[in-house]
């Protein structure tokens, strides 16, 4: 029986493991992939205080997982199939049957990237349409990309790229990027990218691999074809929250309703990070609900009350 079983090693995971081990508590970390989530994946962390020297996502990542195993956290690399939230004794049960038995369980399921829902795009991913930019902008060296989303990660994934391909065309369905303005700067002063305001991605199209994209301006109607030999989809993520739906108190996103103490609606089960309800998703946030929720979960632990359902929904 573990104090506290985190599911997700996210920074808000990760952190959350530091933070429980570091108070003593028994405390188990599960993740079925690598540490660090999306973060993982950042070419360079640049606005994480502290870190001035362009830290990669991964190598901050694992940072964190060596500091929770220096504090004696467990990690578990298996894939939880289902969870049982509801009695005292909680547990996480993994797809071959283990039960990983918790006083209290701490959610940091994160958030995937969201899709477009176009003609072509499921028959071309891993064939020119991708999610990620820092996992496969070196395939398109020399090419043309097209970059569809107007926030950061689209913005500044475009700038970098640049540093592979030929020329990237930003398709945006809005005049105006929403981007920090910082990167913002950066994309209108790179000659390699131009910009399709107004618009939106009809369809991808090919043979084997992508090779020309349908945009339609949203104000007009008129389509287009460009020619491109990548599609990187940015346009923000969908929570992993699926298999806590009806357990967990969810608000219509998708998004897990907390208090500010990461309290859910269930006592015992708290939630952090880019899967819960809140203005920003960033490391720093992410950090910050982790060490919060952590902390929630020693005070409960140690016999804190538990707020009415109602107070947990703000």
Known sequence: MYDVAILGAGPAGLTAAIYAARARLKTVLVEKNY???????????ENYPGHNTN?????LSMSMKEQAERFGAEMKSTEIASLELESDEKALVASDGERICA??????????PRKLGVPGEMEFIGRGVSYCAVCD???YQDKNLAVVGGGDTAVEDSNFLTRYASSVTIVHRRDAFRAQRIIQERTINNPAITVEWNSVVKSIGGKDTVEHVVLENVKTGKQTNLSVDGVFVLVGLEPNTKMIAGHITLDDGGYIITDEDMRTNIPGVFAAGDARKKLLRQIVTACADGAIAATAAEKYIEGAPWPQAKDAKT
């Open 35 to 45: 540490p660090g989530g999306q973060v993982a994946m950042c070419d360079k962390v």
């Open 55 to 59: 830290t990669s996502g991964f190598d």
């Open 103 to 112: 006083k209290t369980i701490i959610l940091t399921l994160g958030a995937s």
């Open 137 to 139: 902008a070196a395939f």
